[in-house]
């Protein structure tokens, strides 16, 4: 079973761009969470997305938005970067159940974002 | 105080010996705990949950939780070269409405 696959997997902006991530989960995953990990912050939840719907966020600022695909594909658009959104973007995915083995997160290369 | 702590290390040992990684957490209602290990530059890779109190064994590998005094720990014997990375805790609590909450890390350097 191929695993998560996430595109581009290196990416170079300037400041006030916007950039759009995508992220491709392991077939029958229907939740798709995604991180950003930094040397000083370590990994920071970003938001996670079960059939369709946001269903946990983080604390980030609304610069930063997701959607999922009904086939669970998912995006995340950072609109006007600033120099500190450089930072490895993870995704993971997962069965998305409540409880047990459906929690298991499995992650993807990651894309390495830079802001110039 | 943090949700889920973990000592940054770094943690060295000889090869061979037994590497023992702690986890503490906070939420009581946690009922879903993950150990990842995340070598530099790559992406974090899951190794051992555990989900009832007591051991769990995967090959080197051993999971021990203590729900009720909201521990967990990760044993590695034998240790190689090739396990030197930096382990991350997770932990989750039932329900949808709550995340996966990561540690920050223990970076472990098994010496030759």
Known sequence: KAGVTQTPRYLIKTRGQQVTLSCSPISGHRSVSWYQQTPGQGLQFLFEYFSETQRNKGNFPGRFSGRQFSNSRSEMNVSTLELGDSALYLCASSLGGLAGTYNEQFFGPGTRLTVL | ?112
């Open chain 2, 1 to 112: 105080q943090k949700e889920v702590e973990q000592n940054s290390g770094p943690l060295s040992v000889p090869e061979g010996a037994i590497a023992s990684l702690n986890c503490t957490y906070s939420d009581r209602v946690s009922q879903s705990f993950f150990w990842y290990r995340q070598y530099s530059g790559k992406s974090p890779e899951l190794i051992m949950s555990i989900y009832s109190n007591g051991d769990k064994e995967d090959g080197r590998f051993t999971a021990q939780l203590n729900k009720a005094s909201q521990y967990v720990s990760l044993l590695i014997r034998d240790s190689q070269p090739s396990d030197s990375a930096t382990y991350l805790c997770a932990v989750k609590a039932v329900g949808s409405a709550r995340q996966l909450t990561f540690g920050s890390g223990t970076q472990l350097t098994v010496l030759p």
